[in-house]
């Protein structure tokens, strides 16, 4: 990447929110921990009577600074993992890259026809109509359309494909065998959460000319 390489992912308010009022909560979270531990090592009903009853049972001074601490840590290391877990976008003059967690994309701007907005999800369209990239955003429409301008990208206004996207059953006889294996494994890891796995999934999908999506759980393909 190069100098004027552009990274998006949250807007100015949300970063705000995350660095400054998720800390916060821990840190008053803390503060009232050795009350609420009392209160709720009395109640046999509550989950996680260890930690509380150990937490009541100290009388110190130090344990309302430290649980204070400990809190505000504990805020800073979920702050931390959002960030990992979200899409982070650099856009330069000549490729797009992205990152999600442990996974890291690139595709060269001369590969990409034009980008356009699915509901929340990002979308890089090729040459020959094939999804080549499709990810929800956390960044607005507006500042992205601003910055992937201002490099030269093309971002369309609304879905030109939105009435060839089918819902997927197994075995549809249009996908080949490898598709419909994938997209079966790919509907196990959404069941589980596993986002970093079923994208992984989907790039392996995009490879065949496939494009998936979620609606309301439900995984809608369209084929190119």
């Known amino acids: 990447m190069n100098h ?124 020959e109509g094939q999804e080549l990239f499709r990810y929800k955003k956390e960044i607005s429409t507006k500042i992205l359309k601003e910055e992937l301008g201002e490099l030269g990208y093309l971002l369309k206004d609304g879905n030109p494909y939105k009435e060839q996207f089918k819902k997927w059953v197994p075995g549809l006889t249009d996908l080949s065998l490898e598709a419909n294996a994938l997209l079966k494994a790919r509907e196990i890891t959404l069941k589980n959460d596993a986002s970093e796995e079923a994208l992984q999934i989907a790039v392996e999908l995009w490879k065949l000319h496939v494009s998936v999506k979620e609606i309301e759980s439900k995984q809608y393909y369209r084929v190119v």
Request: without cysteine; charged residues 15%; hydrophobic residues 55%.
């Open 4 to 127: 004027t390489t552009v990274h998006l992912n949250f807007s100015k308010a949300d970063k705000l929110f995350l660095w400054l009022i998720l800390p916060l909560i821990g840190l008053v979270i803390g503060y009232f921990l050795p009350q609420i531990s009392e209160w709720a090592s009395k109640l046999d009903w509550i989950p996680f009577q260890g930690p509380f009853k150990l937490v009541a049972s100290l009388n110190a001074g130090w344990v309302i600074f430290t649980t204070m601490a400990f809190g505000l840590v504990a805020g800073i290391i979920l702050t931390l993992i959002i960030y990992d877990e979200i899409l982070n976008i650099y856009i330069s003059e000549d490729a797009l890259a992205f990152k999600i967690g442990k996974v890291e994309l690139s595709y060269v701007k001369d590969d990409i026809s034009y980008i356009y907005i699915d509901h929340k999800d990002l979308v890089l369209i090729g040459h």
